[in-house]
């Protein structure tokens, strides 16, 4: 496999407290890596750095060229995507609509253009094809939205709308995809059901990046993963080395985790 995200030394401050302390993290073209940690680990922020939303200290590589000093637009441009933990969509346009403007109009916010300006920009047909060669409906049958293409935002599950928020991203073909708690707020099976679909993401030949405090999400798809401890790294490897790890064991026991198993396989709070 072929490295194409290298994170060396990344750390962030705010004030006197380090959120994120030399975190180092190399990510292959069709791996999916997990990154979990305890409430308050640095998850969150060590995405928000790298993706240029916060500043940083240490280096961040994409496909062999560095990021550092480019604002998160840039970023995007260079083949970074990420998801957010709360999901936007443009309201007034249905599921294959939202996927079509993110293909073909680059990286809108909800936030940043009133949806009757994007109508126009949905107005092709479903098979148009996005930035990497693939077709909006190819991405809506990777994502099983396949029955709610022509929903709009209200009528969705909250499963859909996070697995639609995962397809604005993924229809712009990034190299890298950053998922920041795609499992929040689904019930065990919604959640089951979206581990299902991942690794589809990572067969594409795109690296993807999955922070969640669902373990057992993420030890359930991830082919690797990267453990988190106030700020910095203390263990990485496979599921199964992680789940008996003593260092990852100690860290969730010391923030509330549950050592009624005697594994580090729990499921944490909200916060990142």
Sequence with gaps: MTSVFQARGV???FGGVRAVAGVDLEIQAGELVGLIGPNGAGKTTFIDAVTGFVRHEGTVELDG???????????????LARTW???????DLTVRENLTVAAKGGRV???GMPSRGLRGLARWRADDIGPGGASVDED??????KSAADAMPSELTQ???KRAGIG???????KLLLLDEPGAGLDVRQSRELGELLPGIARTGMAVLLVDHDMGLVLSVCDRVVVLDAGAVIAQG?????????????AYLGHGGNGGNGTAETTTGASS
Excluded: K, M, Y
């Excluded at 933990?85 to 309201?91: G, R, S």
């Excluded at 809506?140 to 939205?145: F, H, N, P, V």
């Design 238 to 250: 496979t599921a199964a080395e992680i789940r008996n790890d003593g260092r990852v064991i100690a």
């Design 168 to 174: 604005r991203a993924l229809v712009a073909r990034p």
């Design 109 to 111: 916010s909800p936030r």
């Design 85 to 91: 933990q709360t999901v936007e969509l443009f309201d």
């Design 11 to 13: 750390s962030v401050s």
């Design 140 to 145: 809506l049958e990777l994502l099983d939205l």
């Design 65 to 79: 060229s560095s990021l550092d000093g480019l604002p998160p637009h840039a970023r995007a441009q260079r083949g």
């Design 159 to 161: 499963a859909e709308r």
